[in-house]
């Protein structure tokens, strides 16, 4: 993958050579073979793509962070990424008026729901792609592919469920309300910033990159992304869950303490 | 000064959790009360996860309340005797109510049942408080100081067997008062995730007849173990006790408890219950509006486990 990244820059240094002069002619046949095999691996991959970071650690000061995903394409196209979080279930609930009170009534419940979901484009994905392109790479929040698991209510109303869910994700910062920008650079050179906000969930994500020709794709790239809780704070959620009564009883000596110890400073005062 | 809380997941401000701590804190050393049935609905006003916040609120509490029950045992405000008789009726009661709890949940009005059982008991609670203490002020302003008491009055209440003699509260009643008071308010508890101070305390007034000084720090010293044993159920059971939030919290809390406490033992018996009684019908009231008012969004997002 950083191979032939770093391909076209070592191209340039040896053309940079030859411009100065070649002194020996076996030199310069060992860089036409490189060349060669460097050509060889562009064609190969059209597009790569990497992330200023593939580990996002949540320390005990953290408030969202931001990555770079930064790549190059074998020529001009459409860039379009897909920055997708672990997969959850979710339980979408309605309220209704009971005489004069408003309660949870019915209730739908999803799988496969992507606990963060954010597309970034070069252009409008109206004009990259058809709909049944983008819906077979689930491009966009309405191709979401959730797994219907229960429900409470008939066929009609689950699209306002589905939209719900959507919404209320958005209103959390964890899906995008819109596609984000793709920045390319003289056709060939795409970045995009990626950020995360605090309440982001841990888990291993992915970002997918598309490369888009006359509507469809003619490349795609993985690349994994993991947050993760360290330090702390990762230590004290290990011990709540790993050992949860011996965390309750430290929790409850720390309160008795520290409320001990705020007595007995008062009373010096 | 933003940090991010392990259990809860999310990022706050620490002076804003520091704050909110000591002005719970404040109330409970004041009123007596435990504060949580603020504190819960506050955190989750601050995008805490419900389940966290009555986690992590029962958690702070056990803190405020030992600050609390120091302060008051100092100037000999409170009753062993009838605290150790509220706490074993509140015992029986908390293991009565989290098994009511999940049948509850199974039929999947938790929620409701929740936020019910808050508006009716603090509606109650409040309505009563405010009616007799501002009578209580209005009497004692015409005929100058009255005692007030129900020492004199003999009911039936006084006829029921294992008398015991309660010498801070100068009674003598009953032991199995205490023992279903705090069995009634145990089953509370443990459904609406609270110390169950704002309840606890109108009953010793207006049930037992103890004086409201003696009042405040026998309910803490109940709800010192209350509590602590509802953050051992949530740590153990659910995982949601955060102890970096909850130790925010209750550094602001200890502060505010002490100061509190100082300001409950200057103001009159009366005068103290008006406010109290002001201060849960607020409450009701807010809860109230929201089961009523039409919502923002109808629809809510549960994260399931599975």
């Known amino acids: 993958m950083r191979a032939p990244r770093g391909s076209p820059r070592s191209r340039r240094s040896l053309w940079v050579g030859f411009g100065v002069g070649a002194l020996v002619g076996v030199l310069s046949f060992a860089a036409l073979g490189l060349l060669a095999s460097a050509r060889a691996q562009q064609t190969v991959v059209p597009l790569v793509a990497d992330l200023s970071k593939h580990l996002v650690a949540i320390t005990t000061g953290f408030t969202g962070t931001d990555v770079l995903l930064f790549g190059a394409t074998d020529g001009p196209g459409d860039v379009v990424l897909v920055v997708r979080g672990p997969l959850t279930r979710k339980v979408v609930r309605k309220k209704q008026l009971w005489g004069i009170i408003w309660a949870n009534r019915d209730s739908v419940t999803y799988d496969n729901v992507p606990a963060y979901y954010q597309v970034f484009a070069s252009r409008a994905l109206e004009d990259i792609a058809q709909t049944s392109v983008r819906a077979r790479h689930q491009i966009g929040t309405e191709h979401l592919a959730f797994n219907l698991v229960e429900k409470s209510v008939t066929e009609s109303f689950l699209p306002g469920f589905r939209a719900a869910l959507v919404r209320l994700k958005q209103k959390q910062h964890l899906y995008g309300e819109r596609t984000l920008p793709v920045a390319m650079l003289a056709n060939r050179l795409f970045r995009a910033e990626l950020h995360f906000p605090a309440n982001v969930p841990t888990g291993s994500y992915s970002v997918e990159v598309y490369l888009f020709r006359d509507g469809d794709v003619v490349s795609a790239e993985i690349t994994p992304l993991v947050i993760s809780k360290t330090g702390v704070g990762a230590d004290l959620f290990d011990f709540a869950h790993q050992r949860s009564a011996l965390y309750g009883v430290a929790a409850i000596i720390v309160a008795i303490a520290s409320g001990w110890a705020a007595a007995a400073a008062f009373r010096r005062v | ?306």
């Open chain 2, 1 to 306: 000064m933003q940090i991010y809380l392990p259990i809860a997941e999310m990022s706050v401000n620490v002076f804003v959790i520091f704050g909110l701590g000591g002005a719970v804190g404040f109330l409970s050393g004041v009123f007596g009360v435990g504060g949580g049935f603020l504190m819960t609905p506050l955190l989750m006003f601050l995008g805490v996860p419900p389940a966290v916040a009555v986690g992590t609120g029962a958690n702070q509490i056990v803190a405020s309340s030992v600050s609390g029950v120091i302060a008051h045992t100092r100037r000999g405000n409170v009753d062993f005797r009838m605290g150790g008789m509220l706490l074993v009726g509140g015992l029986i009661g908390s293991t009565a109510g989290v098994w009511l709890f999940a049948v509850l949940q199974e039929t999947g009005q938790i929620d409701l049942a929740i936020s019910l059982s808050y508006v009716v008991f603090l509606g109650a609670v409040g309505g009563l408080m405010l009616v007799e203490s501002v009578q209580a002020m209005v009497r004692s302003q015409r005929k100058g100081a009255t005692p007030r008491g129900n020492a004199g009055r003999h009911t039936w209440i006084h006829g029921l067997p294992f008398k015991m003699r309660f010498r801070k509260s100068k009674l003598y009643i009953s032991a199995l008062l205490p023992v279903a008071v705090g069995i009634f308010v145990g089953v509370l508890t443990a459904i609406m995730g609270v110390g169950g101070g704002f309840v606890m305390v109108p009953a010793m007034i207006y049930l037992l007849g103890m004086p409201t000084q003696v009042v405040v720090g026998t309910s803490l010293f109940q709800i010192i173990f209350v509590t602590a044993n509802t953050t051992f159920l949530q740590a153990t059971i659910n995982q949601t006790v955060d102890v970096v939030l909850a130790v925010i919290l209750l550094l602001g809390a200890v502060v505010g408890a002490q100061a509190g406490a100082r300001v409950g033992t200057n103001l009159k018996g009366e005068q103290l219950r008006v406010l109290l009684a002001a201060l849960v019908l607020g409450v009701c009231l807010k809860l109230a509006n929201d089961l009523v008012a039409t919502p923002d969004d109808v629809f809510t997002l549960i994260s399931e486990v599975g």
